[in-house]
Nanobody, 121 residues
């Protein structure tokens, strides 16, 4: 089972940028599709983006398409989420997790501690 540690969140003004990182453990990391999810206060966790094992296939929620870019470095067991043109509605705790690409669901019910992103308007 892949375990993850997210980092890179913070407080940013609307229109600003942040780059989130996810460091994963496990020798089989490179075989997993990985995804980013987020949970805003009072809301359910939602899918943000996913990337397949090779990095050749990506998927984005409509709300972030064109503003967020997911990438990975299998040599570093890491996944990244570059976020630009941030909006107040992007405020949430962001999590990364192994993902079922076709369903936009986490592969299993395991979550790291997440990283808080707060966008001020």
């Amino acid at each position: 089972q892949v375990q993850v540690v997210e980092s890179g969140g913070g407080l940013v003004q609307a229109g600003g940028s942040l780059r989130l990182s996810c460091a994963a453990s496990g020798r089989t990391f490179s075989s997993y599709t990985m995804g980013w999810f987020r949970q805003a206060p009072g809301k359910e966790r939602e899918f943000v983006a996913a990337i397949n094992w090779s990095g050749r296939t990506t998927d984005y929620a409509d709300s972030v398409k064109g503003r967020f870019t997911i990438s990975r470095d299998n040599a570093k067991n890491s996944v990244y989420l570059q976020m630009i043109s941030l909006k107040s509605e992007d405020t949430a705790v962001y999590y990364c997790a192994p993902t079922v690409l076709s369903r936009r669901d986490p592969l299993y019910d395991y979550w790291g501690q997440g990283t808080q992103v707060t966008v001020s308007s």
